[in-house]
């Protein structure tokens, strides 16, 4: 009897590593913004996205690219209230914040979807 409580309770405390955990951290106080764009990437299977935090200019700032890898994909760069601040590639070929790449400190990834 010992061995089988033994083995279930082994068994628990290893399926208990595998379980999903749907929540997510996100940066910033007000982030409802924030969160409707990760949901929007939840639900769009057909492109991959990532959502990252960077340090920029003394502040907490949200990058986004909604199509990782397309030809057009455009990154916006937003501050904690979901001000647009920064603007890279799209078909025009926008670079508004020039010095991002060298100034901004990555963080991490807030959300990649697949």
Same mark, same amino acid.
């Given at each position: ?9 082994? *068994?628990?405390?290893? *399926? ?34 990532? #959502? /990252?935090?960077? /340090?920029? /200019? ?5 990058? #986004? ?18 001000? /647009? ?30």
């Amino acid at each position: 009897m010992k061995k089988v409580f033994f083995v279930i309770s082994l *068994l628990s405390i290893s *399926l208990s590593a595998f379980t999903c955990d749907d929540s997510l951290s996100l940066p910033c106080d007000n982030n409802e913004w924030l969160q409707e764009r990760v949901n929007a990437m939840k639900h769009n299977t057909s492109q991959k996205g990532i #959502i /990252e935090q960077y /340090e920029y /200019e003394g502040q907490v700032v949200i990058s #986004i690219n909604s199509c990782v890898g397309c030809a057009d994909a455009m990154t916006i760069v937003y501050d904690c209230t979901g001000k /647009e601040l920064c603007k890279f590639g799209g078909i025009a070929g926008f670079n508004t914040c020039p010095d991002f790449n060298d100034a901004a400190v990555f963080t991490r990834v807030i959300f990649e979807s697949n």
